[in-house]
T-cell receptor
Framework: NAGVTQTPKFQVLKTGQSMTLQCAQD?????MYWYRQDPGMGLRLIYY???????DKGEVPNGYNVSRLNKREFSLRLESAAPSQTSVYFC?????????????FGPGTRLLVL | GQSLEQPSEVTAVEGAIVQINCTYQ??????LSWYQQHDGGAPTFLSY????GLEETGRFSSFLSRSDSYGYLLLQELQMKDSASYFC?????????????FGGGTRVLVKP
């Protein structure tokens, strides 16, 4: 099992450019999430998908869109990148077992917007 | 809304015990989780408390008091590899697809 995979690992964009961050999980989890983490900070939820076919806004959704392509894949799109979107982006998926929800994170995408 | 408070940094020596406190204010509460993150790495799950009391997993233990809106992570017999950031996170609802709200993280530095 690869777990949660993300592409690309690194990306440099110019202000105004667009890009899509890809995420896939092979654990058959229903729920998937996108977070951003700024230096020295905690994780902030951008969007999440509780199940295939549904998506909802998190704490910091402005400037982003998401697509839950199927049960495995959840992509994050920046339509017009801004320097404030320079961050590390983590995708996660989760499973609930005996009432406990555990999130499994991908390795992250490091994004620099110039 | 949700807010979680935890200390920003803790320093200790190998073999020592460290306690990381987490206080929370949430509009709903289902459980408290702890995640570890090494520099440059991804967060990984450590522990979960859904009920009051202590949960033990090897050298790590986690405690929850719902009435005090408080929990802690206890790291025992510290090792150099425990140098990392530790995040508490609140699950607000029982439904699946639970949105976690994370604290700002506590950076633990273990010295020889």
């Amino acid at each position: 099992n690869a777990g949660v995979t993300q592409t690309p690992k690194f990306q440099v964009l110019k202000t105004g450019q667009s890009m899509t961050l890809q995420c896939a999980q092979d654990m058959n989890h229903n729920s998937m999430y996108w977070y951003r983490q700024d230096p020295g900070m905690g994780l902030r939820l951008i969007y999440y998908s509780a199940s295939e076919g549904t998506t909802d806004k998190g704490e910091v959704p402005n400037g982003y869109n998401v697509s839950r392509l199927n049960k495995r894949e959840f992509s994050l799109r920046l339509e017009s990148a801004a320097p404030s979107q320079t961050s590390v982006y983590f995708c996660a998926s989760s499973a609930r077992d005996a009432g406990q929800e555990t999130q499994y994170f991908g390795p992250g995408t490091r994004l620099l917007v110039l | 809304g949700q807010s979680l408070e935890q200390p920003s940094e803790v320093t200790a020596v190998e073999g020592a015990i460290v306690q990381i406190n987490c206080t929370y204010q949430t509009s709903g509460f289902y459980g408290l989780s702890w995640y570890q993150q090494h520099d440059g790495g991804a967060p990984t799950f450590l522990s979960y408390n859904g009920l009051d009391g202590l949960e033990e997993t090897g050298r790590f233990s986690s405690f929850l008091s719902r009435s005090d809106s408080y929990g802690y992570l206890l790291l025992q017999e510290l090792q150099m590899k425990d140098s990392a950031s530790y995040f508490c996170a609140v699950s607000p609802f029982k439904a699946a697809g639970n949105k976690l709200t994370f604290g700002g993280g506590t950076r633990v530095l273990v010295k020889p």
